[in-house]
């Protein structure tokens, strides 16, 4: 049987006819009446009533009764069958528990379906019932809108949550968004102009390399020595270059070089320099 929270107070008014009997003489009479009721629990209560009684024959006596006792309740509608009383229950035609005033808990998360913006699926009272599988603050259906991933707290790696982008207003997608010093958020192309690939240092210096901006589409960067020939010549991103050709090192000196370059937005470019190898 579901118990009320807090205990109840209930008002209630009679009106009716009645029937009664004074000092051996009886005379039809109209009530009017009110009362209220506390109920202790859902079977018990205490009931204070007070009626006026009108009679219409002259022998009858006009008068007030007072009645203060104890009321009882037997049973109850109980439609979906649950074990809460209609009376008493918030969802009396669909089956549900107790603790939720009768009403169902479909994923069993703890929380009421009523309550629940996904009852189908368990999540947190913090999410209003939806699953976060990977806690971002986002909620998996959120996530499937958003086109992020739901295992992954950190979508495009820039060090803030989904979640937090989100709540920003900055894109959860784009890893230059909102911080941009990156290398791969860079702009256009940027080109060293020497290296020095000794195998001392930083393997930064011993390597050449460039910065291909992500409004590049496509390239073609090639290192030329004082006759023309190609030293060397890569269109893949990321490439580095050793200072070797066919696998032997070059001798210090300077090295032209020229990159073909077209731009996502369909324009095209030849970019010229010279590259200084020092070894």
């Not at 009852?119 to 986002?138: H, I, K, Q, R, V």
């Not at 958003?146 to 950190?154: F, I, Q």
């Not at 949550?161 to 256009?188: H, M, S």
Request: charged share 20%; glycine share 14%.
């Amino acid at each position: 049987m579901y118990k009320r929270q807090t205990s109840a107070w209930d008002p209630f008014v009679e009106l009716g006819g009645g029937y009664t009997w004074f000092s051996g003489d009886g005379t039809p009479s109209f009530n009017l009446g009110a009362g209220l009721s506390y109920w202790v629990n859902d079977n018990v209560g205490i009931t204070y009533q007070t009626a006026y009684k009108h009679t219409f024959e002259t022998h009858g006596v006009r008068h007030f009764q007072h009645v203060f006792g104890v009321a009882l309740k037997f049973g109850g509608i109980d439609t979906d069958g649950d074990g809460v009383y209609d009376q008493f229950d918030e969802c009396p035609e669909v089956a549900g528990l107790e603790e939720f005033g009768g009403c169902p808990d479909t994923d069993g998360d703890g929380i009421a379906d009523r309550d629940d913006a996904c009852p189908e699926a368990a999540g947190s009272a913090e999410m209003n019932g939806c699953p976060d599988t990977d806690g971002d603050g986002l909620t998996d259906a959120q996530e499937e809108v958003l086109g992020t991933d739901v295992n992954n707290v950190d979508t495009d790696g820039d060090g803030l949550t989904d979640g937090a982008e989100f709540n920003n207003g900055t894109d959860p997608l784009d890893p230059c968004d909102p911080e941009n010093n990156n290398p791969d958020c860079a702009e256009g192309v940027h080109i060293p102009t020497g290296f020095s690939p000794n195998g001392i240092g930083p393997d930064d210096n011993n390597t050449f390399q460039i910065i291909i901006g992500q409004n590049i589409e496509s390239f073609q960067f090639q290192v030329f020595n004082r006759w023309g020939k190609i030293m060397f010549e890569s269109s893949s991103n990321g490439f580095k270059w050793d200072g070797k050709f066919n696998g032997v090192d070059l001798n210090t000196g300077v090295y032209p070089y020229i990159m073909k370059v077209t731009y996502t937005d369909g324009s095209d470019e030849t970019l010229s320099g010279n590259i200084t190898l020092i070894r």
